[in-house]
T-cell receptor, first 112, second 111 residues
Framework: ETGVTQSPTHLIKTRGQQVTLRCSSQSGHNTVSWYQQALGQGPQFIFQYYREEENGRGNFPPRFSGLQFPNYSSELNVNALELDDSALYLC???????????FGDGTRLSIL | QQQVKQSPQSLIVQKGGISIINCAYENTAFDYFPWYQQFPGKGPALLIAIRPDVSEKKEGRFTISFNKSAKQFSLHIMDSQPGDSATYFCAASRGYQKVTFGIGTKLQVIP
């Protein structure tokens, strides 16, 4: 049990739609990262938020955006959904930048 | 660009045997090398990790061997058990954040 909770667990959308995924981390965890895990692949880093500011981004287009709130919970937003966006989206939090990450169980997003 | 290369992609081991998974990295700035275990429907869970200033780290049945000059590291699972059947990911990062993962190894331990 990592204390990282993601919602919803599963989601089905159609191409062109927009989606918001949510992550609630352990109390006091000021760093949250989002990863995309395609079927049969390892997770790929999307971006990180540290104390409500974006703090690094992987090789993902601007239609992937995020937010971190004052209580350090976080959202991942994806606009103009494409079929290739079908994946498991993982949230990981850590107490601070110099602490290991703890992953949630992810949101399975399917695009039809 | 695949910065962390992992092999094999699948592995079948008899119960009680040794499971070995190998990884190689390219970025010499990486200084943290974790291994994650992932069960179906779950997120990756940190199993064991190593820093490049040591060549080996052991925790219970799990051992990481690290070769800095070759830029390679491996996971050994001794006395493999059916409950170890899962997907294992090697990973690397500079510091603890923005982790780069390998493709994963699906391990099946048969009785």
């Amino acid at each position: 049990e990592t204390g990282v909770t993601q919602s919803p667990t599963h989601l089905i959308k159609t191409r062109g739609q927009q989606v918001t995924l949510r992550c609630s981390s352990q109390s006091g965890h000021n760093t949250v990262s989002w990863y995309q895990q395609a079927l049969g692949q390892g997770p790929q880093f999307i971006f990180q938020y540290y104390r409500e500011e974006e703090n690094g981004r992987g090789n993902f287009p601007p239609r992937f955006s995020g937010l971190q709130f004052p209580n350090y919970s976080s959202e991942l937003n994806v606009n103009a959904l494409e079929l290739d966006d079908s994946a498991l989206y993982l949230c990981a939090s850590s107490l601070d930048q110099d602490q290991p990450q703890h992953f949630g169980d992810g949101t399975r997003l399917s695009i039809l | 660009q695949q910065q962390v290369k992992q092999s094999p992609q699948s592995l079948i081991v008899q119960k009680g045997g040794i499971s070995i998974i190998n990884c190689a990295y390219e970025n010499t700035a990486f200084d943290y090398f974790p291994w994650y275990q992932q069960f179906p429907g779950k997120g990756p869970a940190l199993l064991i990790a190593i820093r490049p200033d040591v060549s080996e780290k052991k925790e219970g049945r799990f051992t990481i061997s690290f070769n800095k000059s070759a830029k390679q590291f491996s996971l050994h699972i001794m006395d493999s058990q059916p409950g170890d059947s899962a997907t294992y990911f090697c990973a690397a990062s500079r510091g603890y954040q923005k982790v780069t993962f390998g493709i994963g190894t699906k391990l099946q331990v048969i009785p």
